[in-house]
């Protein structure tokens, strides 16, 4: 497609409830990222993708996140057993290649955990 | 590894003035610099970026910034903002050094333009 989309836009869940959120990177882009933003804080990174290359887990908080990117193409980022804390707005962004090209973000979906 | 500070959480300023963001980041050899802007309700959009060569780099929307490698600064500066400047600016960095994968953002200014 012409830019990163994501979906859905807005999700409110109940504590402890599951949720998944899907990211379509631009077409041909390798590089695959998702970000959180919480209120008052900047761009945490969770986690990246590569081409076939192992994903770089090291900012996921915890284990009840999880990710992954079929076909090198869309991403699903899954969070289980959700928590207030998990309210933010979870961004996703791809790259032709490393980071030196910038990225493209998402418009984001902004979860809500109540 | 690489963290990227912004001094000022908000810059209030009128329309028509100039401003400057301030950014500095963790030393490195080398590095790649971005400044993304963030309006209202919208996703990151890229404003400009420091990959090598002059350390002037110039943006869309009459933004520019400086590499300032001894200072290990990027600051952004526009010389006559505008309403529409109004939006949160964040500055990132990606390292050479390891590999250029990601990006490390910093925590953001919100620049408010007041008429």
């Known amino acids: 497609g012409a830019g990163v989309s994501q979906s859905p836009s807005n999700k409110v869940t109940e504590k402890g409830k599951d949720v998944e959120l899907r990211c379509d990177p631009i077409s041909g882009h390798t590089a695959l990222y998702w970000y959180r933003q919480s209120l008052g804080q900047g761009l945490e990174f969770l986690i990246y993708?590569?081409?076939?290359?192992?994903?770089?887990k090291s900012g996921l908080p915890s284990d009840r996140f999880s990710a992954e990117r079929t076909g090198g193409s869309v991403s699903t980022l899954t969070i289980q057993r959700t928590q207030q804390e998990d309210s933010a707005v979870y961004l996703c962004?791809?790259?032709?290649?490393?980071?030196?090209?910038?990225?493209?973000f998402g418009s984001g979906t902004r979860l809500t955990v109540v | 590894a690489q963290s990227v500070t912004q001094l000022d959480s908000q810059v209030p300023v009128f329309e028509e003035a100039p401003v400057e963001l301030r950014c500095n980041y963790s030393s490195s050899v080398s590095v790649y610099l971005f400044w993304y802007v963030q309006y209202p309700n919208q996703g990151l959009q890229l404003l400009l970026k420091?990959?090598?060569?002059?350390?002037l780099v110039k943006g869309i929307n009459g933004f520019e910034a400086e590499f300032n490698k001894s200072q290990t600064s990027f600051h952004l500066r526009k010389p006559s903002v505008h309403i529409s400047d109004t939006a949160e600016y964040f500055c990132?960095?990606?390292?050479?050094?390891?590999?250029?994968?990601?990006?490390?953002f910093g925590q953001g200014t919100r620049l408010t333009i007041n008429p």
């Open positions: 420091y990959l090598s060569g002059s350390t």
């Open positions: 962004a791809s790259s032709p290649g490393q980071g030196m090209y910038g990225y493209t």
């Open positions: 993708f590569q081409g076939n290359s192992a994903p770089d």
């Open positions: 990132a960095v990606s390292d050479r050094e390891e590999g250029a994968q990601k990006l490390v």
